[in-house]
């Protein structure tokens, strides 16, 4: 909270400037039925028409004086709303690029994703809000219960009396409202979860004529978020006639104590009729403090949730190396081990590539295929070994790393942008060198059927195929020519054909690349001057497909299944 | 945002909403009608405390001292209207949460029902977020505007009339004092609706789309580091930052207009009324207590002007809400079956397409004049690649569409003649997306047969090569499946609705094999479950393992919509086709 509090400090003369404009237009509200009072009381009776229309036009200047003061310092409250948090998203953004992937891992997604949008919109009205109200609403409370008593004690006593009542009322619903909303969110929740479920099931559930069941079960869900939402209403509708009650009540107070104060000479009637604006003015007030409550309390646990990553640790700073050394290999594990929290995911892996050469790598799932990927990207450090990189440890490097690869990752992004934006990526490629990528990506044919490289992409590119998506994947890796082309089981979704074309084009086209391939089917490694095979996160082990057949049991055994019977053969 | 882009509601679909809304109420017709009764009342009363007011404080000014009796009098009577007033606007606030409670559970109930009763074709178009959208916000959205929004309109018009009554009857020279700020009133009203509204509106487009990208981009946070893309990210983001903050602030900009105005013209009323009031109080035309009810009917009247433009807005949106609402529910459900349509009550599983084509739009046909015979215990493969059409084939059979020429026969009979239901009935299924909901793992396998015992369920979890697993959990059949719950993996859910299908007495079995992302111990596992799956039942499978194919007794190729070729492996190979194509590509 801290944190997004010095957000704050540069804009302080201005929020001071604000915040005083807010409190002279305050004043001049206040003190407006104070003037009417003294009006019909002293001036009245002097039957002096002069003194009269002064007074009214002092009242006047007090009203415009009260919304000059308040535009002025709103729009300046929105302005320093405003910039702070256009500067906080956008560290916060830039902060959020730069977390290593084990902080990822750990606050988890869809979680920065609402710290980026939510809570920094919280914090924006929070901050709005603090500077409109804040002042306000304390100033009139205090300053009309103040003046109150100036006029006479007695008469602001029983004023005051009703202020721990309506505070008393707001807190306690607005606390129970808490949790009847918590709850209501809640059946609100499992609601959707049921739409969404049989949305997708739908062909299950006319297969096995199940709608009328699932219609029941819908029943009852929904009959719970009513009765949840019924007591939220039943119990937050309580607080307006209530508040109105009270008010009201009091002022009758008021008015009946009055008259024996009038009649003892101790105050006026012009008095008793400043004090039912005072209980508008206060009512009002005591309204906007239990919102500034709310606001604060929720813009206060975003801001919180804001810091937690703006103070997150530079992670994964690169580690100056002493001296290159000479190697032969271009790419090389040297007894690689790592773990996720723990739990091991690579065991001392040990393989090196001369420039040119490729890598398959096959295995179930889970058995640390892509862990591999991500620790030659550096996007975790490994626990033991080290990784070099033309003899160069990969924890040397500084952002130069990425500049050598071209990745596919598992099920990768694709962005609701158009084709050609999708494959340059922001890099700055010519027309030329995208074609180029798309033919021996073997997607260039598909694009032009469809809209042309100009075509948009819809989110997540769904307009689409699976096969068409992963080609466009390719397209991008190889747009830039790397040095290094890595392919996390991105092939998955092309039928064999298509497959075996592609692995033909980029071994011819690419003679200079070093290509990492990663898949789960035998046929679309074995092509590969060297495959690792994992189990488990260890290597049981790494040959051509000749040597592996002769001397590897598990790979022996994916390739029975995989040709003996068992075959997925996505083409087909 | 989706309502951004669209142009406004016509007048007449407006009022088909309105009139559609109006049928819901017209159920609860007691309820409204008590509803208006109370309203009526809790605002005559609240407005008759200014006018008690005043006389009470008449009765304290009096020249000859105070008038004790009559101030008693009159604050008991305001104690006692306010606070029946209160209590009516509760009871009122009550039943309309009450009413719209219920009218918001019935058509939520429609809408589900409806979603369940559409064509699968026809879900298929739409999206999951959108319905969601339109069963919990729209229809959220329409009933707090119809017990919200309706009653606080009418509640204004109430209180406007009244007030000026009140103000009239107090006070008429004042009244035309007082007259002057209406003007201001309006012109606030106006400025808020034709000024404010839309830069509202923009602001939570901007904001949309800001949100949109950071979600977006995040996404795809691995990507853009592999690459070294951050500072072009970076700074695209920094634009749409500009912008939706700017957009924020053009808002507030005019809106920070709004409430001071708002307290300007209140303040302008009480300076108006307390000189004029003094004025005439010194030419004898007005008492003091006069303009004591005077200030709090200007008050109470300045409210409801102000909140009109807004309610108005609420409505529309409500509205536009309602009719997605509508056009939902309007939506074509799946055709009702013939009147004298019979129930399956057993089947040996012999199944014919005769002459069979069909269109999904009736222009381009997605199969042309198929025929081929299914019979009993034998296995079809259909195979091609993907999006050739092969799942049409399977809506076809379970009748998510009717044949548009030629006939599918059941046991020699039209299935047309058949109850869906019946018919459905007749046929299990496993599909490549695993379904599973949010329940016990007992309860996800038994969905498959009404009333199935436990010993029933374990005995299917067996077949599948599932209950091993299931046994080690420490909860067993009891362990819930949840997102946050056990953690099964593709196989293992595979293999849960496989144990699902095999619960069904059907006759007839439609599976979709997975392009299988799994080890290849559980490979071993699902290819053994599904072949104890296909015994005894007529099976088509969308094939996409070689076994499969290899002993099928009929092989439907499909490619492009159409049915290219047909036959047994060895057949088609001999034929040296398409299927030989994609068959021996693999080996390359």
Redesign the interface.
């Known amino acids: 909270m801290k944190t997004v509090f010095s957000y704050l400090s540069s804009y302080k003369a201005r929020m001071a400037f604000g915040l005083f404009l807010k409190a002279v237009?305050t004043f001049a509200?206040l003190v407006?039925?104070l003037?009417?009072a003294y009006?019909?009381d002293d001036?009245?009776p002097t039957?002096n028409?002069l003194a009269?229309?002064l007074?009214?036009a002092a009242?006047?200047v007090?009203?415009?004086a009260?919304?000059v003061g308040?535009?002025t310092a709103?729009?300046m409250?929105?302005?320093v709303?405003?910039?702070t948090?256009?500067r906080l998203?956008?560290d916060l953004?830039?902060k959020?690029?730069?977390l290593s992937?084990r902080q990822?891992d750990e606050v988890t997604?869809p979680s920065?994703?609402s710290r980026?949008?939510s809570d920094t919109?919280n914090v924006?009205n929070m901050i709005?809000m603090m500077q409109?109200l804040g002042i306000r609403a304390p100033i009139l409370l205090v300053g009309g219960v103040a003046l109150t008593f100036t006029v006479d004690p007695v008469l602001a006593l029983v004023l005051l009396f009703t202020v721990p009542v309506l505070t008393i009322i707001v807190v306690f619903v607005s606390k129970r409202g808490i949790g009847l909303y918590t709850r209501l969110q809640r059946s609100?929740d499992s609601?959707?979860?049921k739409?969404?479920?049989?949305?997708?099931?739908?062909?299950?559930?006319?297969?096995?004529?199940?709608?009328e069941y699932?219609?029941e079960t819908?029943?009852k869900i929904?009959?719970e978020?009513?009765a949840n939402?019924?007591k939220a209403?039943?119990t937050m509708?309580?607080t307006?006639?209530?508040m109105?009650?009270v008010l009201?009540?009091g002022?009758?107070?008021v008015?009946?104590v009055?008259?024996?104060r009038?009649?003892a000479g101790r105050v006026k009637?012009?008095d008793?009729?400043a004090f039912?604006?005072y209980f508008?003015i206060i009512l009002n007030a005591v309204i906007s403090v239990s919102r500034i409550f709310v606001n604060f309390s929720k813009g206060g646990a975003s801001a919180k949730r804001i810091g937690a990553i703006l103070e997150l640790p530079r992670d994964l700073i690169p580690v100056p190396e002493e001296k290159k050394a000479e190697d032969d290999a271009f790419i090389r594990f040297d007894h690689v081990s790592f773990s996720y929290n723990g739990a091991p995911a690579l065991t001392d892996i040990s393989f090196s590539l001369k420039k040119g050469e490729s890598l398959g790598v096959i295995g179930?799932?889970?058995?640390g295929k892509s862990t591999l990927v991500a620790l030659l990207?550096r996007?975790y450090d490994v626990d033991k070994g080290k990784i070099t990189i033309d003899g160069k440890d990969v924890r040397a490097y500084g952002?130069e790393l990425?500049?050598k690869?071209g990745?596919v990752?598992q099920s990768?992004?694709l962005?609701?942008a158009s084709v050609k934006e999708n494959i340059g990526?922001?890099?700055e490629l010519t027309d030329e060198q995208i074609e180029r990528a798309a033919e021996y990506a073997k997607a260039d044919k598909f694009i032009r059927a469809h809209e042309g490289y100009e075509g948009m992409l819809t989110?997540r590119g769904a307009n689409f195929?699976?096969?068409q998506k992963q080609r466009l994947l390719i397209a991008r890796a190889l747009a830039s020519s790397p040095e290094i082309l890595v392919l996390d089981d991105s092939s998955?979704?092309l039928?064999?054909?298509t497959d075996?074309q592609l692995r033909k084009t980029l071994l011819q086209n690419l003679p200079e690349t070093t290509i990492i391939m990663i898949a789960?089917r035998i046929?679309s490694v074995k092509f590969a001057d060297k495959i690792l095979v994992l189990d488990g996160g260890k290597a049981v082990g790494l040959g051509s497909d000749e040597e592996l057949m002769r001397t590897c049991e598990v790979y022996r055994?994916?390739y029975a299944?995989q040709?003996e019977?068992?075959?997925?053969?996505?083409?087909? | 945002m989706t309502e951004f882009k669209k142009p406004r509601m016509s007048r007449a679909s407006r009022k088909a909403v309105i009139a559609r809304l109006a049928r819901y109420y017209a159920r609860y017709k007691f309820s409204v009608l008590a509803a208006l009764i109370l309203m009526i009342g809790s605002n005559l009363f609240a407005l008759l405390g200014p006018y008690l007011t005043g006389k009470a404080i008449d009765a304290i000014d009096l020249q000859s001292g105070v008038d004790f009796a009559a101030v008693t009098r009159y604050c008991v009577w305001m104690a006692i209207f306010y606070v029946v007033s209160s209590i009516f606007s509760y009871v009122l606030s009550v039943l309309m949460i009450r009413l719209s409670q219920k009218i918001v559970r019935s058509m939520r109930q429609d809408v589900f029902d409806k979603i369940l009763s559409l064509p699968v074709g026809a879900l298929d178009r739409l999206q999951a977020g959108d319905l969601i959208n339109r069963i919990s916000y729209d229809i959220d959205t329409v009933n707090a505007s119809l017990s919200n929004d309706i009653l606080q309109a009418a509640t204004g018009i109430i209180t406007i009339v009244g007030t000026l009554v009140g103000m009239a009857l107090t006070s008429l020279p004042l009244l035309g004092v007082f007259i002057v700020t209406v003007p201001i009133s309006v012109f606030i009203a106006i400025k808020r609706s034709k000024a404010v509204r839309p830069l509202f509106r923009k602001r939570s487009q901007k904001l949309a789309e800001l949100n949109g990208f950071s979600e977006e981009m995040l996404s795809g946070l691995k990507t853009i580091r592999a690459y070294g893309r951050e500072k072009e990210i970076l700074d695209k983001f920094r634009k749409k930052n500009e912008e939706a903050a700017n957009a924020y602030y053009d808002a507030d900009y005019l809106g920070s207009l709004i409430g001071p105005s708002v307290n300007f013209v209140n303040n302008l009323g009480t300076v108006l009324i307390s000189t004029g009031g003094v004025f005439f109080y010194l030419f004898n035309l007005i008492s003091i207590g006069d303009i004591s009810a005077f200030l709090l009917y200007a008050r109470k009247f300045s409210g409801p002007v102000n909140e009109y433009a807004n309610i108005l807005g609420e409505i529309q949106s409500a509205l536009a809400a309602a009719e997605r609402v509508f056009r939902l529910l309007d939506g074509e459900s799946e055709k009702a079956d013939d009147p004298d349509a019979v129930v399956l009550e057993e089947t040996e599983g012999k199944l014919r397409f005769e002459n069979v084509s069909f269109s999904y739009d009736g222009e381009t046909p997605v199969i042309e004049n198929l025929s081929f015979t299914a019979n009993p215990g034998q296995v079809v493969a259909i195979v091609g690649p993907t999006g050739a059409g092969k799942t049409t084939l399977v809506n076809l059979m379970m009748r998510f569409y009717d044949v548009t020429d030629g006939k599918i026969e059941l046991d020699g009979t039209d299935i047309r003649r058949y109850t869906r239901k019946s018919l459905r009935a007749a046929f299990t299924m496993v599909l490549q997306d695993t379904w599973l909901f949010e329940d016990t793992i007992f309860e996800n396998i038994a969905y498959g047969k009404e009333n199935a015992t436990a010993e029933e369920v374990e005995r299917a979890a067996e077949g599948a090569h599932i209950a091993e697993y299931i046994r080690s959990l420490p909860d067993g059949y009891k362990t819930a499946i949840t997102d946050g719950g056990v953690n099964l993996s593709k196989g293992q859910k595979q293999l849960m609705t496989i144990a699902r299908a095999m619960l069904s007495p059907a006759k007839m079995l439609i599976l979709d094999e997975a392009t299988s992302n799994v080890d290849t111990r559980t490979e071993i596992l699902i290819r053994d479950a599904m072949n104890n799956l296909m015994r005894g039942r007529t099976s088509f499978v969308i094939a996409h393992r070689l076994t499969t194919v290899r002993n099928a007794d009929l092989i439907l190729v499909v490619k492009d919509g159409n049915i290219v070729e047909r036959g047994k492996h060895e057949e088609l190979l001999e034929k040296g086709g398409f299927y030989a194509e994609i068959y021996s590509a693999q080996f390359q």
């Open positions: 237009g509200e407006l039925p003037i009417m009006m019909i001036v009245a039957q028409a009269l229309s007074w009214g009242m006047l007090c009203a415009v009260a919304l308040n535009v709103n729009r409250a929105s302005r709303a405003r910039d948090t256009t998203r956008n953004f830039a959020i690029l730069s992937a990822i997604l920065l994703v980026l949008s919109y924006h709005g409109r609100v609601m959707v979860r739409v969404r479920d049989d949305y997708t099931g739908i062909r299950v559930i006319k297969a096995l004529s199940k709608t699932e219609s819908f029943r929904n009959e978020v009513v939402e019924t209403g039943v509708g309580v307006n006639p209530l109105n009650a009201n009540l002022m009758a107070a008015i009946f009055g008259a024996y009038v009649s009637v012009g008793i009729i039912t604006s508008t179930a799932t889970g058995c990207l996007f952002a990425c500049e690869f990745v990752f990768d992004f962005m609701a990526f922001e890099r989110a195929s699976g096969g998955s979704a039928d064999y054909k075996a789960q046929s055994r994916i299944s040709h019977g068992g075959e997925a053969y996505d083409g087909i």
